[in-house]
């Protein structure tokens, strides 16, 4: 069963930043994905194993960016000029180029945008 603990959430002024963190066992692509409420889960970002391959949703792109340090087993997503829309529980797992997420998901870490 792979390693998910995520953390860095937090209430935010609209325009405001929010840097997450996921410590992770997944050597492979990974991906953070959130789910606002009465939604369906979506990927919003991913990083390819390397850390060289990037991907973002379009209503992301050039406010965040991801990351990952392999020798401290993590993948970031540092959150700028946020939205009330990027209010939701985020969560990081696999994903990205086809790949599912593993079935088991960690507990997430909310994020809410509002003034």
């Known amino acids: 069963q792979a390693q998910l603990v995520e953390s860095g959430g937090g209430l935010v002024q609209p325009g405001g930043s929010l840097k997450l963190s996921c410590v992770t066992s997944?050597?492979?692509?990974m991906a953070w994905y959130r789910q606002a409420p009465g939604k369906q889960r979506e990927l919003v970002a991913a990083i390819g194993g390397l850390g060289i391959s990037t991907y973002y949703i379009d209503s992301v792109k050039g406010r965040f960016s991801i990351s990952r340090d392999k020798s401290k087993r993590t993948v970031n997503l540092q959150m700028n000029s946020l939205e009330p829309e990027d209010t939701a529980v985020y969560y990081c797992?696999?994903?990205?180029?086809?790949?599912?997420?593993?079935?088991?998901w960690g507990q997430g870490t909310q994020v809410t945008v509002s003034s």
């Open positions: 797992n696999q994903g990205g180029w086809g790949l599912s997420p593993f079935p088991s």
């Open positions: 997944i050597s492979g692509a």
